[in-house]
């Protein structure tokens, strides 16, 4: 039987959560268990299910706590398009567990509003960059295609670094060589 102290986290989902990061950390997303989490977090097998439901739910939470950590980062690097596509990156490479969950919504509930609204939240500081761009820059009409090319370069970026699969001659420090990538949505395209 677990001993009872183990009960007195204070905040028993911010537990479960932060437990959940680890282990999405260790094994990923889909290795993830609710029993085990329990055992980490020191609570009984039980505990998890009755403040989240299921995995579900708790990869719900961790969905809507990811995407308010991405607007806050995305937000405090001003409204430099170059400086919110190496926000991004950097967002991926320190917290990979909520990376890793908050773009993919077939495991956790995608039409919950809380995740509606803090995935909003997390676009808008995206298209605040796109918006800054130079007039003479960006198409007129085309911002959320605008929007959307900058979101694929980071996003990809971010997972192609997380992967490994980048050459090897890529710079080793990822925002650095994500500065370098993104830049390339600055350069001017051929007359």
């Known amino acids: 039987m677990t001993d009872t102290r183990a009960y007195h986290h204070g905040d028993l989902p911010r537990a479960l959560l932060a437990a959940a990061v680890t282990a999405i950390g260790e ?7 609710l029993r085990d989490l ?3 977090a020191g609570v009984s097998h039980a505990a998890p299910t009755h403040h989240f439901g299921d995995k579900s739910g708790l990869l719900t939470a961790l969905a ?3 995407f308010d950590l ?4 995305l937000t405090a690097a001003g409204d430099d398009l170059l400086d919110v596509g190496v926000a991004y990156v950097d967002f991926a490479v320190r917290h990979r567990a909520y990376f890793e969950v908050m773009f993919r ?3 956790y509930r995608a039409d919950d509003p809380q995740v509606r609204a803090a995935r909003e939240r997390a676009g808008a500081a995206l ?3 796109v918006a ?6 960006a198409a007129p009409g085309e911002a959320r295609t605008d929007a959307l090319a900058a979101w694929s370069i980071v996003h990809g970026f971010a997972t192609l670094w997380l992967a490994g699969a980048l050459p090897p001659d890529v710079e080793a420090d990822p925002c650095a060589a994500a ?3 993104i830049r390339r949505l600055f350069t001017p395209p051929p007359p």
């Open 27 to 33: 094994s990923g997303p889909a290795a993830l268990s």
């Open 127 to 129: 298209h605040l960059g």
């Open 179 to 181: 500065r370098t990538v």
């Open 70 to 73: 991405l607007a806050a980062a």
């Open 132 to 137: 800054a761009l130079p007039v003479d820059r």
């Open 64 to 66: 809507v706590e990811g």
């Open 105 to 107: 919504p077939d495991l």
């Open 38 to 40: 329990a055992r980490r």
